[in-house]
């Protein structure tokens, strides 16, 4: 991963981690995947910390996706955080739209099946797969007070079948 990256798994087994990926990319050399995985649990790729902008402003990437369904129900998905101050791999994380209101272009696109056993079942996600790169723009709100933070990309895989994975680049 890129200097000041890192990737923390979570849940049962052991989950993959991101990784610096030159099989799929938008810009090259490289993107960032994480693969699924066969049973539930959570992996999350954080950012460097950054001071939030006192204007609002938008998070821009790149993202393609393979994750585990069998329309209509969606077994993995993934979702975008946000994690105030200082973090470095624990504290408060809030997923985005709960925080935020959401994104621009390229946001959530269905829900997680709610019997799937993934740790987001029921919630709106990245679901079902999209073969190339399209762009997100998450809306950021102005902040007053100047505040540390980082943005946390998580991937959910359920108790089934791994999905192929998650590609992230700028």
């Keep these: 991963l890129p200097e000041e990256w890192f990737s923390a ?3 049962s087994g052991t989950p993959p981690r991101f990784v610096s990926s ?3 990319f938008d810009t090259g050399p490289n993107s960032l995947f ?3 995985y066969s049973s539930a649990n959570r992996t999350m790729l954080h950012s460097p910390q950054f ?3 006192r204007v609002p402003t938008q998070l821009i990437f790149m993202q393609k996706f393979s994750f585990e369904s069998l329309h209509p129900n969606y077994y993995d998905g993934a979702q975008l955080f946000f994690v105030p101050g200082s973090y470095g ?3 408060e994380e809030y997923e985005w739209t709960a925080q935020f209101g ?12 709610g ?13 079902g797969s999209q073969n190339s790169f399209l762009p997100v723009s998450a809306n950021l709100p102005s902040n007053t007070s100047a505040e540390l933070a980082q943005i946390g990309w ?3 895989s359920d108790n089934g079948v791994p999905s192929l994975g998650w590609w992230i680049d700028s």
């Design 9 to 11: 798994p979570s849940g």
């Design 22 to 24: 030159t099989d799929f």
């Design 34 to 36: 994480c693969a699924g």
């Design 51 to 53: 001071f939030v902008p």
């Design 89 to 91: 791999g624990y504290g």
């Design 102 to 113: 959401g994104f621009s272009q390229g946001g959530y696109n269905g829900t997680v099946y």
């Design 115 to 127: 019997g799937s056993g993934s740790y987001i079942g029921g919630q709106q996600a990245w679901v």
């Design 154 to 156: 998580a991937l959910f």
